[in-house]
């Protein structure tokens, strides 16, 4: 899944896995893009939220979004203050089963994995819809130029098509 904003190319969601039926959504790890990286703010927090609003909103047949969110931090406090954001992000949305998870990597200290599972529910959604206000509104304090309304992030049309066709 390629994300961008308006003609700005963030990253991507690499890989995205689809059970048979159409029901359950794997997202895993988000690569951002080599001109986004070089900035100090995080996108990722408003990627995490907006890219699965994006789903549930607009593909009924989901109503499972599984995460599990990766990123190597080789110092040990930031890797912990990371994993901790995520955490906390995953429950604010309605996530269950969240927990943080050190990856054992002796040659890389600090690296965590945090897993959590959204399952669609009214609830949910609301959590989630209110997630995303806040992250966009954060969005747009770090970019004042950006317009309101709608998804900030615009998903290719690459993405509908390709879930018609699997």
Known sequence: MLVYDRGRFLGSLDPIEVNADGSTVHISRFLVSPSVGSERR?????????V?????????????VCFTLTREIEIYGDGMMVATARSELLRSIGATGVHVQ????PSRPGNFVVRGVWRYTE????????ASATQRARYRED???VRTGGYPLALLRRLARWWTQR
């Open 42 to 50: 995080s996108l990722g927090p408003l990627l995490l939220v907006d």
């Open 52 to 64: 699965t609003l994006f789903l549930a909103e607009r593909f009924p047949s989901i109503q499972t």
């Open 123 to 130: 609830n949910n959604l609301a959590a989630l819809r209110a």
């Open 102 to 105: 050190l990856k054992p990597d």
């Open 143 to 145: 970019c004042p130029d």
